[in-house]
């Protein structure tokens, strides 16, 4: 089956897109990877960027697959550079509804800074990956 | 009846009067498994070491001597105790520069230098590439300036330096040598160890830039410079530490560890090398993780199976080329960040069995390392922690006091058993490159780190304090280092500055040879050693080299 093929057969079954994106230079890739394949398993259908990406990379793959969560994982503490150019850049681009999350290693005064850069949800070492499960289950945009 | 027989009939004996035992009170419902998910006996008996055929004189020996089960020294600590070498770096080379000396100052031994994301990736500070990442991690070094500032006051005759840098280390290792020639020191005073181990990045640290085959002849070029000019220096750390910390087990660790040793070895025998001319001066890196008798192990084989390899496969003759000289790192994955000061304990219990697995330098990890880069007073408690089991514990008067525990024998040759079958497998597919190449390794890390992440969600696994013994905390208690956007601001300036100030007529004459070098596919170092006194910085180098062999992608699978 080819890419173009999974994705509109996940777009007839109605299934959740999520982009997993590792943006930034730092290569810890074990949770992004760990969290990919967990949404995969629990029925979403998972883009992961790979590693070391641009906001600008990020972007256009968020639009390109129409997705519907983006979830950042960055542990290089490079968030608050990054993370506000990701979510101007989607919404811009007419993702206005885009569930945003955060992953990775945040200290704790950072977090309201990433919300009301529009992050919904921050996530930190010790997080579930039920509760990651949970969390877009309940607040995954609808789309018609 | 003999001996032997004489502790088998016991034992059964004993096994009816366990059963009648565990009637009334049964084992805990769990699996009795190692961290990395190996089931391990109740008990181990001589009759166990006897079935695997154990022969004391061939599989462990003495210390200090071939096989080197129990160590590479014949004294091990009595003589000198292993190198406590506290990984450090951050924000400006300034700063960097003061915690060194902050550290030496409270007995260090060795420094540990750690650079920023945009160095290891082989930008400058003012790349777009690197915005929000200057001295967040690591020390931002971009240029020789940088260099000097970093080592400044620190007399690199007597001080031994690691470097934990990969893709560009070629190129901050000129700069080293630089540093120390325009301090005087003599080439052969010159001591340290760059980590230069470029496989363990596309395998598990993913910090690259160019392909793995023109990557891996950088460093083959630095491992026959520092053999001809800089004889005491150790060219490649071979490191399983981040093969382990992107959630290997310690086998797979072992394992993949050693065929990038040996995918080392064979890169510089092609080029004419013998053996004996460069393998004394590979030396390796281990993570240590939680499971007190799987690290033990974990190091007891490694040196005899790093020995048995180097003397039967290599014929090297050397004692030295057979010797794994390695440093440790507790495990920054197991610390956590809820009641961070449990950390503690763990790497207490971490670095006892570094040491007890005779490492020759170890890391002790801080406490609030999940959180954020340490402070000086977490860092103080962390190096506290080596100290009390140097000096307190009495574990280093003793050398190997595990030798010849039936158990600890047995487990030592089970993962050596398990890591040599990886071995294999690697071998036939052609050796660590082509397995790289194919994916291998990375796949069979991603299952582990998964299969580990289930198990803690089943509670099969225990974290304390993240899924057990949970507890409501306020406000996080402890303090962190937080680095300042000016850090960055202030290193774009000093670029700004260096490019105006030196002589562009050097520097593009030295960038020249570079560029003709690296498309002639001669060892670069030379070329590298002149741009860099000749100002050139990392990323102008790293671009010099990306525009010759590209740079490196990875699929994004998962």
Known sequence: ?144 | MNSDEGVKKARTDWETRLSENEKKSPPRPVRFTTLSDMEVPLLSTPDDLKAEGFDYLRDVGFPGEYPFTRGVQRNMYRGKLWTMRQFAGFASAKETNQRFKLLLAQGQTGLSTAFDMPTLMGYDADSPRSKGEVGKCGVAVSSLVDMEELYAGIPLDKITTSMTINAPAIIILMMYFAVAEKQGVPRDKVRGTLQNDILKEYIAQKEWIIPVRPAVELVTDTIEYSSKHYPNWNSVSISGYHIREAGATAVQELAFTIADGLAYVDEALKRGLKVDEFAPRLSFFFDVHNDFFEEIAKFRAARRIWAKLMRERYQAKDPKSWMLRTHAQTAGVSLTAQQPYNNIVRVAVQAMAGILGGTNSLHTNSMDETLALPTDEAVMIALRTQQIIAEESGVANVVDPFGGSYFMESLTNRVEREALEYIRKIDEMGGMIAAIERGFPQAEIANSAYHYQRQLETKEKVMVGVNKYQAEEKKRTIDTLYIDRAVEKNQIQRLVELKKSRSAAAHAEAMRHVHEGAKDGINLCGPIFEAVKAFATLQELCDTLRAVHGEYREAGSF
């Open chain 1, 1 to 144: 089956m080819s890419a173009t093929e999974t994705k509109t057969t996940a777009k007839a079954a109605g299934k959740v897109r999520v982009l997993v994106g590792k943006p930034g230079l730092d290569g810890h890739d074990r949770g992004a990877k760990v969290i990919a394949r967990a949404l995969r398993d629990a029925g979403f259908e998972v883009i992961y960027t790979g590693l070391h990406q641009t906001p600008e990379m990020i972007i256009n793959a968020a639009v390109d697959e129409d997705v519907h969560v983006i979830g950042l994982s960055i542990l290089s503490g490079a968030h608050n550079a990054l993370v506000p150019d990701v979510i101007a850049g989607v919404k811009k681009a007419g993702l206005t509804d885009a569930l945003f999350l955060v992953g990775g290693i945040i200290p704790d005064e950072d977090i309201p800074l990433l919300k009301k850069a529009g992050v919904h949800m921050v996530f930190t070492p010790g997080a579930t990956l039920t509760a990651v499960v949970d969390y877009i289950h309940q607040n995954a945009p609808k789309r018609a």
